[in-house]
């Protein structure tokens, strides 16, 4: 028996552990340790997907997030090296481009326990980012980096790193939509507790830095979100870092009634309301992609994203909230899209395929 030590969170992270745990468990060849830095830790952004996605539960809860990105990582090392010394694991394994990645990767790289780094290779470009900064260092400490695109293959060839280390897997975010996008209940409980139309809404989230810590930014896309509501119901589950600087802005109790705010809703939600929409306006790379998943099409309202194959073959388009009428007249004129036919993300087989890999 093999020992991962797998480290997780934030939601996205969640999700795309559901199918590679669900791999492990079914090969019969390794003991996964979960462990959950705690960085989401609310019970709409962490526990729903553990219980909707049937994974089980952290072996290790660390209760660490708010503060900096330095001090937050910082306790996330010590406390995962005091982890890692005690499981002992023979490869740890982290995904995607937050602080929990970073952490993970970095404690590990330091005991000399390799790194399996799902969602390598992806860029933006964009040094400003904090996720750009993790993912870069988290793939040059990595032993299996695990790429989900072309595109994200190519970049790591370019800096160099050998190819031998590199696995073009495909997109382990699209094999949990084939898996559990299915269960996605067909009477359309949510949209009939919304009271919404199929085909007749926008389908909005945002929460990157980028957007939520630049007044001028957030104050577009609010403000373009607001003039969408008056054409057509604009639903909105939101993040709660969204939440809370709307609120220390004094805008969140000033939104117009048409935005139909949420909580964040559980993954099975989301696929519906996603499902269903006439256009979703997002910064979340996860909500970009289940975009294309279900031909929806998508604004995203960033400078740059990762996902440029959908952006090239016209499912996507980027839109830097520089003003209200910049984000409403991109969302209004994107209904009824339509791109290219690709399959960039693979076959749905990305978790096996990792699974596999690293048996070997
Ligand atoms: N998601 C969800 N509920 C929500 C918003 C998003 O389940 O209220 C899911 C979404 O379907 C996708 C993932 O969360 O699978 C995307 O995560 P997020 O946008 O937080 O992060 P990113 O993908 O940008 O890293």
């Excluded at 990595?142 to 190819?163: D, I, M």
């Excluded at 809404?201 to 980028?210: I, K, S």
């Amino acid at each position: 028996m093999r020992k991962i030590l797998t480290v997780l969170g934030a939601r996205p992270q969640f999700i795309k552990a559901s199918v590679v745990s669900h791999g492990f468990r079914q090969s019969g060849q390794f003991q996964e340790v979960l462990v959950h830095t705690g960085q989401h830790f609310d019970a709409n952004m962490s526990d729903v997907f553990f219980d909707e996605l049937g994974m089980s539960k952290p072996d290790h809860f660390l209760d660490i997030h708010g503060g900096g990105h330095g001090a937050m990582t910082g306790r996330m090392l010590e406390r995962l090296e005091q982890v890692m010394q005690a499981e002992r694991p023979d490869a740890v394994l982290v995904y995607g481009d937050t602080n929990s990645t970073l952490a993970g990767a970095l404690a590990a790289a330091k005991l000399h326990i390799p790194v399996a780094h799902i969602e390598a290779g992806l860029r933006s470009f964009n040094m400003a980012m904090p996720e750009e900064v993790n993912r870069i260092l988290t793939d040059r400490v990595s032993r299996w980096l695990f790429t989900p695109t072309n595109a994200s293959t190519q970049h790591l060839v370019r800096e160099g790193v050998a190819p031998s280390a590199i696995e073009e897997v495909g997109d382990v975010m699209y094999d949990v939509a084939l898996h559990h996008g299915q269960r996605v209940d067909a009477t359309g409980r949510v949209l009939q507790q919304l009271n919404l139309a199929p085909g007749a809404y926008v389908l909005a989230t945002v929460h990157r830095a980028e957007n939520t810590d630049h007044s001028a930014r957030l104050r577009a896309i609010v403000d373009g979100l607001e003039v969408l509501a008056q054409k057509l119901p604009v639903v909105w589950p939101m993040h709660p870092r969204t939440r809370g600087v709307l609120q220390s802005m004094g805008r969140l109790a000033m939104l117009s009634p048409q935005l139909r705010l949420l909580d964040p809703v559980g993954y099975l939600d989301m696929v519906q309301l996603e499902k269903h929409a006439a256009v979703i306006a997002t910064d979340s790379g996860g909500v970009q992609k289940e975009a294309f998943f279900y031909r929806v099409p998508c604004v995203t309202l960033r400078d740059e994203t990762e996902w440029v194959e959908l952006v090239n073959a016209g499912w996507n388009r980027l839109v830097p909230p520089v003003s209200s009428a910049a984000v409403a007249n991109a969302v209004i004129s994107a209904i009824g899209s339509k791109g290219q036919a690709i399959e960039p993300y693979g076959k749905g087989d990305a978790a096996i395929k990792i699974v596999n890999a690293l048996k070997d």
